[in-house]
């Protein structure tokens, strides 16, 4: 199924429009009001790491191809401290400032920045990172769905996928739907393996969205009988590159 296809189905289906509130939703409206502000919070493909302000987030460290942080750093200009990865880029991992956490912890509830809070893209838990070049230019952002998030909202990470195509229109992309491997099957009839790819003068876009059970995987604990919770692969994994330095990379 088509990118346009997918996001007029689930406007049907899963109301879809409503997720699309948040970072992805402002940086639209901004977009169409004529100011630049970037791809998300500001973070902009051809910025210098020695100019980048920390406004907005609240950690960065190391990153880890879209897993959890590891090394902790005080600021972007700090990113030559983070190994380069296979590309030649150095991955900062960023967390957005949590205001939700601060104000649960001033009014003594816990419980109030639940599902409000963390690092989101369209609703989604996500874990966010930039990479920059040897010299600290930023040429690409990485965003995957996070794995840690509870199950109810983990079994939605695919559906990410639908936000980014809105956001940076449906038509254009190239899909492909890559066939299961030994033991993969459906959950609940719906089976989703693709990669989507779509390219541009400013920016080279990759989709790669997982819906599956995997080997061994099911509802149904075959011992006991008992319903098991999460037994499941969702997610999105979202990245955004500078097409310059990968036409750099391959002449180099």
Not at 105 to 126: E, F, M, N, Q, S
Not at 172 to 201: H, Y
Request: proline share 6%.
């Amino acid at each position: 199924m088509t990118p346009l296809a997918w996001v007029g189905r689930a406007a049907v289906v899963f109301g879809v429009w409503a997720w699309l509130a948040g970072p992805f939703a402002a940086t639209a409206a901004h977009a169409q009001a004529g100011a630049d502000r970037g791809e998300l919070r500001g973070l902009k493909l051809g910025l210098d790491a020695q100019s980048m302000r920390l406004s907005g987030f609240g950690e960065l460290a190391c990153g880890s191809n879209g897993g959890p942080p590891r090394q902790r750093i005080d600021d972007w200009s700090d990113f030559a401290k983070c190994r380069p990865e296979e590309s030649g880029l150095h991955e900062v991992y960023a967390r957005f400032e949590d205001e939700s956490e601060y104000i649960g912890k001033a009014i003594d509830d816990p419980l109030y920045a639940r599902g409000k809070g963390g690092t989101r893209l369209a609703g989604h838990p996500v874990i966010l990172s930039a990479l920059f070049d040897r010299g600290g230019v930023l040429r690409a952002l990485r965003l995957v769905t996070d794995p840690r998030a509870p199950s109810h909202e983990r079994r939605m990470a695919h559906l990410l996928r639908l936000a980014v195509f809105n956001r940076y229109e449906p038509e254009g992309w190239t899909c492909t739907d890559l066939a299961p491997a030994a033991g993969e099957t459906p959950v609940g009839g719906i089976f989703v393996k693709q990669r989507c790819e779509k390219a541009s003068p400013e920016r080279h876009l990759l989709v790669e969205t997982r819906f599956l059970r995997k080997p061994g995987q099911s509802d149904t604990d075959p011992a006991t009988g008992n319903y098991r919770q999460g037994q499941f692969e969702s997610s999105t994994r979202f990245e955004i590159f500078d097409p310059k330095y990968r036409r750099m990379a391959v002449s180099e």
